[in-house]
């Protein structure tokens, strides 16, 4: 087996290790992730990336690995990956261990699920790991998080995929680590929430001639949300969430009804 393992907090991150390092059981793992921190970089595509791919060698728990650094957000990672790196396609592919919690209608915006959704969308299995953490390591690369449980379901869920084929309209599997979780912790199949789990906030700055960038904080408290949501089973239940996505965006709505509805609404 061949998986293609990438991450979008950049080549060194210890979560990326703690996937490596989990998956190589199962076969040959090819880590090529963004040369930068790429967090926030959804599926995006820049064409101001400058493609160059480094060919490095890490030592990881005294063992060398060959990895991959490439000048671009993770799904330009995932793409020279498939397209330039590896040899053969991928039996799948694997983005992770994130630093912070994917949830709710927010995942777009993440580059571990963006990574994801880019090699679904070239025809691969995936993953989407992230394991929940205070916001304090969201950037870091701090070694005080243990990615011990992360690693286990990562390997868990790759395992089973590489197994038995996901069945139809099921393109990637997003899953969702608490932050206290075991091997043991139970897991359960959820939806996304379907309200914002972070807010934006405004920069603080007095003038817009100065430099200013977005932050975020909490939304809605986590009970409040659907209790078979993603947000619910990490932040209420502590359970491992495992959300099936599909690169269908198409409303769920019927679609007859719709354009009927929208030929007869006078302007």
């Given at each position: 087996?061949?998986?293609?393992?990438?991450?979008?907090?950049?080549?060194r991150s210890p979560g990326l290790w703690a996937a490596a390092?989990?998956?190589?059981?199962?076969?040959?793992?090819?880590?090529?992730?963004?040369?930068?921190?790429?967090?926030?970089?959804?599926?995006?595509?820049?064409?101001?990336?400058?493609?160059?791919?480094?060919?490095?060698?890490?030592?990881?728990?005294?063992?060398?690995?060959?990895?991959?650094?490439?000048?671009?957000?993770?799904?330009?990672?995932?793409?020279?990956?498939?397209?330039?790196?590896?040899?053969?396609?991928?039996?799948?592919?694997?983005?992770?261990?994130?630093?912070?919690?994917?949830?709710?209608?927010?995942?777009?915006?993440?580059?571990?699920?963006?990574?994801?959704?880019?090699?679904?969308?070239?025809?691969f299995p995936a993953l989407a790991v992230s394991l929940e953490?205070?916001?304090?390591?969201?950037?870091?690369?701090?070694?005080?998080?243990?990615?011990?449980?992360?690693?286990?379901?990562?390997?868990?869920?790759?395992?089973?995929?590489?197994?038995?084929?996901?069945?139809?309209?099921?393109?990637?599997?997003?899953?969702?680590?608490?932050?206290?979780?075991?091997?043991?912790?139970?897991?359960?199949?959820?939806?996304?929430?379907?309200?914002?789990?972070?807010?934006?906030?405004?920069?603080?700055?007095?003038?817009?001639?100065?430099?200013?960038?977005?932050?975020?904080?909490?939304?809605?408290?986590?009970?409040?949300?659907?209790?078979?949501?993603?947000?619910y089973a990490v932040r209420v239940a502590k359970i491992v969430?495992?959300?099936?996505?599909?690169?269908?965006?198409?409303?769920?709505?019927?679609?007859?009804?719709?354009?009927?509805?929208?030929?007869?609404?006078?302007?």
């Open positions: 087996m061949h998986i293609l393992l990438t991450n979008d907090d950049g080549i390092e989990a998956l190589s059981p199962l076969g040959w793992v090819t880590v090529v992730a963004p040369r930068e921190q790429s967090s926030g970089a959804g599926r995006s595509l820049p064409p101001a990336s400058d493609g160059v791919i480094t060919e490095e060698t890490l030592v990881v728990h005294g063992k060398p690995w060959k990895v991959y650094a490439v000048g671009g957000t993770p799904a330009q990672a995932v793409q020279h990956g498939v397209l330039e790196v590896m040899s053969q396609p991928p039996d799948l592919v694997v983005a992770g261990i994130n630093y912070g919690e994917n949830l709710a209608t927010g995942v777009t915006i993440s580059g571990t699920v963006g990574a994801a959704l880019e090699g679904a969308a070239l025809g953490t205070p916001k304090d390591y969201h950037l870091s690369y701090s070694r005080e998080v243990d990615f011990s449980a992360a690693a286990h379901f990562t390997r868990l869920f790759a395992e089973k995929v590489l197994r038995t084929p996901l069945p139809e309209d099921v393109y990637v599997l997003k899953i969702d680590v608490p932050w206290r979780a075991t091997p043991e912790t139970a897991w359960h199949i959820t939806r996304l929430a379907r309200k914002r789990y972070y807010r934006p906030t405004r920069p603080s700055r007095t003038d817009w001639r100065q430099p200013g960038t977005m932050g975020y904080a909490p939304g809605d408290p986590p009970e409040t949300f659907d209790p078979h949501s993603d947000v969430s495992v959300t099936p996505l599909s690169l269908d965006l198409t409303s769920r709505v019927d679609l007859d009804d719709l354009e009927r509805l929208l030929k007869e609404t006078t302007p």
